[in-house]
């Protein structure tokens, strides 16, 4: 697992060194900005406030838990989207999830 915490702001990259990264958390982050490369397991976002995390495919879950103002992008493909207790978060889906019958399932609770 891959931790990203930090109070300040920041630009962080992480790249893969065997293929996959197994999961990344990030957590306490704000006005920061996350890139992930290649596939990721598993993404969560927890207690952070305008941020943005852009990857490339993410083959289980973004989560994100407790934050305000967080924009999640994905480039290649992402699956499941879960959103709890979360402020203004912008979801931005891929091409291949609004094409050839691929879908991308979101589920909220007590956010807006």
Do not use: H, M, W
Not at 37 to 64: A, I, L, M, P, R
């Amino acid at each position: 697992e891959k931790r990203i915490e930090q109070k300040e702001p920041l630009k962080f990259k992480v790249e893969p060194l065997n293929g996959v990264i197994p999961s990344v958390y990030i957590g306490s982050c704000i006005n920061s900005t996350v890139i992930l490369e290649g596939k990721v397991n598993n993404v969560t976002v927890q207690g952070c406030e305008g941020c943005g995390v852009v990857f490339d495919s993410v083959v289980s879950t973004v989560e994100v838990i407790n934050s305000k103002k967080c924009s999640l992008q994905a480039s290649t493909y992402a699956g499941t989207f879960t959103v709890d207790k979360s402020d203004r978060t912008k979801i931005y889906l891929a091409k291949k999830n609004l094409l050839d019958g691929n879908k991308a399932l979101v589920y909220t609770t007590q956010s807006s």
